[in-house]
């Protein structure tokens, strides 16, 4: 915890990631570092709304998705149009309130190398 600023699991559970993000948060007050300071972004998860927005809601800073496995660019085409359709977003907006607390954390100083 003295040295990271980030986690980025991947494929986890909304439940893992809470439990995950309490943990985060108790070793960096044991550090005497701000815990808002040390992000989650999490990797290799279905595009789905309803997940992505749990994920959120557990602690997550960002949640990347895997996209579709597809085998023709046809099928990659009709993809990105459903994509499109649906207003280039998977996920809603998180509140300005949450987004602003997530963002104020100022980044960790950098380690003085010897």
């Given amino acids: 915890m003295a040295w990271g600023d980030g986690w980025l699991p991947n494929r986890i559970t909304p439940d893992q990631l809470r ?3 309490a943990t985060l948060d108790r070793l960096a007050k044991d ?3 701000d815990p ?7 990797h ?4 789905d709304r309803d997940l992505i927005r749990r994920l959120l809601d557990a602690g997550a800073n960002r949640v990347l998705v895997r996209p ?3 085998k023709t660019d046809a099928e990659m085409g ?4 459903a ?3 649906d207003g280039g977003a998977l996920a809603p907006r998180a509140p300005a309130s949450v987004a602003l ?3 104020r954390a100022p980044p960790p100083p950098a380690p003085a190398w010897t």
Avoid at 44 to 47: D, E, L, M, T, Y
Avoid at 78 to 81: I, V
Wanted: proline fraction near 3%; glycine fraction near 6%.
């Fill in 19 to 21: 439990e995950s993000r």
């Fill in 31 to 33: 550090a005497g570092r």
């Fill in 36 to 42: 808002a300071a040390i992000t989650i972004s999490v």
């Fill in 44 to 47: 290799g998860q279905p595009a």
């Fill in 68 to 70: 579709a496995t597809v």
């Fill in 78 to 81: 009709a993809e990105l149009d």
């Fill in 83 to 85: 994509h499109r359709r």
């Fill in 101 to 103: 607390s997530r963002a």
